[in-house]
T-cell receptor, first 114, second 111 residues
Framework: DSGVTQTPKHLITATGQRVTLRCSPRSGDLSVYWYQQSLDQGLQFLIHYYNGEERAKGNILERFSAQQFPDLHSELNLSSLELGDSALYFC?????????????FGDGTRLSIL | GESVGLHLPTLSVQEGDNSIINCAYSNSASDYFIWYKQESGKGPQFIIDIRSNMDKRQGQRVTVLLNKTVKHLSLQIAATQPGDSAVYFCAEKASARQLTFGSGTQLTVLP
């Protein structure tokens, strides 16, 4: 058990809808990272938050947004969903802001768009 | 419709043998590398990391080797067990702000 909690585990919705994925980092970790894992593209970095502030953006679509709250949990919001958004979404956490340290992953949210 | 997935390299080893999983990285300026194991239905699990000022680092039953000359990373697993069957990813810190993950290798341990 990595200590990172993601909810829900599975989400099924339709095109055009909006969903929110939630992540609670390991106790004491200040950084939260979001990744998308799809069959044809592997693990893709989306965004990084540290202590409530955005630190880095990767290949995140404008339809997607995230935030990190004062209690350090994070939410990833996906809107105007398309079939291609079907994927596994992972959250990872680490102790500090630097990337040169292990990131600990949750078990992901599987998003299926019908 | 038909789904197209990543064609992961595969490695099959006999239980008890040693496994070597290889990874080529892209950026000669990368200064941090990490190996993850991902079992079906689970998130990536941290195995071991190494900084670019080292050539080798050992953990419990695992060793990571870094060859900066040819931009190559390898993960050696000693006495491979059935529980080691998984997809193994390497990742590099190719930029200051993110890790870049490889596509992974599927390790299958044969009884």
């Amino acid at each position: 058990d990595s200590g990172v909690t993601q909810t829900p585990k599975h989400l099924i919705t339709a095109t055009g809808q909006r969903v929110t994925l939630r992540c609670s980092p390991r106790s004491g970790d200040l950084s939260v990272y979001w990744y998308q894992q799809s069959l044809d593209q592997g693990l893709q970095f989306l965004i990084h938050y540290y202590n409530g502030e955005e630190r880095a953006k990767g290949n995140i679509l404008e339809r997607f947004s995230a935030q990190q709250f004062p209690d350090l949990h994070s939410e990833l919001n996906l809107s105007s969903l398309e079939l291609g958004d079907s994927a596994l979404y992972f959250c990872a956490s680490s102790a500090s802001s630097g990337v040169n340290q292990p990131q600990h992953f949750g078990d992901g949210t599987r998003l299926s768009i019908l | 419709g038909e789904s197209v997935g990543l064609h992961l390299p595969t490695l099959s080893v006999q239980e008890g043998d040693n496994s070597i999983i290889n990874c080529a990285y892209s950026n000669s300026a990368s200064d941090y590398f990490i190996w993850y194991k991902q079992e079906s239905g689970k998130g990536p699990q941290f195995i071991i990391d190494i900084r670019s000022n080292m050539d080798k680092r050992q953990g419990q039953r695992v060793t990571v080797l870094l060859n900066k000359t040819v931009k190559h990373l390898s993960l050696q697993i000693a006495a491979t067990q059935p529980g080691d069957s998984a997809v193994y990813f390497c990742a590099e810190k190719a930029s200051a702000r993110q890790l870049t993950f490889g596509s992974g290798t599927q390790l299958t341990v044969l009884p």
